[in-house]
């Protein structure tokens, strides 16, 4: 997420409680949140909104993310690499980016498109 996606962010979590957002909060935030992807951070936004009364911060969007990410991954077939079993560290290293791609809302963007 870039500077303008945690401005982005930030305007949408005011909606809900009305805090006061300037530079400053949003570089604070970003420093924090900067390695989410925008359309999770903006669905945990939404969870914890319908869940929660807490006043949100970032470690909720975080969490929330990586609830997103797990659900996405649960509902998900086990991925099964295009690699030699035997080769145990080139089996490992693909499938763990094949389960990066799984949890990630560009991944299914690109399959929905």
Known sequence: MDIQQTAQLLA?????????????????WHDLVHDLPLDDALEAVRAHRRESTDYL?????IA?????????????????????????AAYQARRRRMLAQIASPST?????A
């Open 12 to 28: 949408l979590i005011k909606v809900g409680d009305n805090r006061n957002v300037d530079r400053t909060v949003i570089a604070a």
């Open 57 to 61: 911060l970032p470690a909720h969007v």
């Open 64 to 88: 929330g993310v990586k609830r997103i990410r797990g659900a996405r991954l649960a509902a998900a077939e086990p991925p099964l690499p295009d690699v030699d079993p035997d080769d145990v």
């Open 108 to 112: 299914l963007r690109q399959i929905g």
